[in-house]
């Protein structure tokens, strides 16, 4: 009888939000997600989202060989970009206003720094991007992207999500990210899209393999 087999995949980051949420995308696909408790984050680059996350997946799918526990990876490489400020954060997103400030803080000087900005007055446009990677056991990489277009809220808003979801307003539903529930959220966000692309290549990639018994 053949199968389609279920196959793990360790995921290459140490953001919890991230997590949770491709914990939900990955719903009912043939993967279990999981992470590998010795993963060491490489340093990332300042100018590629895909490159950033390509040496994620690779950071630790060395890590996983090393180990002699070879498996699939994934690694999820993502931002905020606004437009007035010249698509900053962008890919340096996780860093934005230095180590020492908190979500809550970063979120306060986004606001107060794109209302500085000379055109912030007349353009609030953002928009999230994703870049996700994926390397098969069998060595092979999948690489996808995703975005979804948005504004920079006058004041935060919602308690859901996480970083800069409550700045982030979706003009559809006329609400920021950190107000959707995380079956909306996973509907429209950039992560989805990304992940929608990649379950997609993989399944039309056979991946995983099925299984006889
Ligand atoms: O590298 P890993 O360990 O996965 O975690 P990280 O948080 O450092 O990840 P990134 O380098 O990809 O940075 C992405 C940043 O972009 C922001 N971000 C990405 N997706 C987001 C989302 O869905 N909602 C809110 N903020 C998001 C958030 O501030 C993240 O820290």
Same mark, same amino acid.
């Given at each position: %009888?053949?199968?389609?087999?279920? +196959? ?13 949420? %491709? ?46 526990? /070879?498996?699939?990876?994934? +690694? ?44 912030? +007055?007349?353009?609030?446009? +953002? ?17 996808? %992207? ?13 308690? #859901?999500?996480?970083?800069?979801? /409550?700045?982030?307003?979706? /003009? /559809? #539903? ?40």
């Amino acid at each position: %009888m053949r199968n389609a087999g279920r +196959a793990r995949v360790y995921v290459a980051t140490k953001n919890v939000g991230k997590l949770r949420e %491709m914990e939900q995308l990955f719903g009912d696909a043939p993967f279990d997600l999981a992470t590998f408790g010795k993963y060491e984050d490489p340093i990332e680059g300042d100018t590629s989202y895909a490159d950033n996350a390509a040496l994620k997946a690779r950071a630790l799918h060395a890590q996983l060989t090393r180990a002699g526990q /070879p498996g699939n990876v994934l +690694a999820d490489d993502s931002g905020l970009e606004v437009y007035a400020l010249d698509r900053r954060p962008g890919v340096l997103t996780a860093f934005y206003g230095g180590a020492e400030l908190s979500w809550a803080e970063r979120r306060t000087r986004l606001i107060a720094e794109l209302e500085a900005s000379p055109l912030g +007055a007349s353009d609030r446009r +953002a928009r999230f991007v994703c870049a996700l990677h994926f390397i098969g056991a069998d060595g092979r990489e999948f690489a996808t %992207m995703g975005t979804v277009d948005g504004e920079i809220a006058p004041h935060e808003r919602g308690e #859901l999500g996480f970083s800069f979801d /409550p700045v982030f307003l979706y /003009p /559809p #539903l006329g609400r920021t990210f950190a107000e959707l529930s995380g079956e909306e959220k996973n509907r429209c966000s950039h992560r989805a899209i990304a992940t929608a692309a990649l379950l997609a290549a993989l399944s039309l990639a056979g991946v995983p393999a099925e299984v006889h018994d």
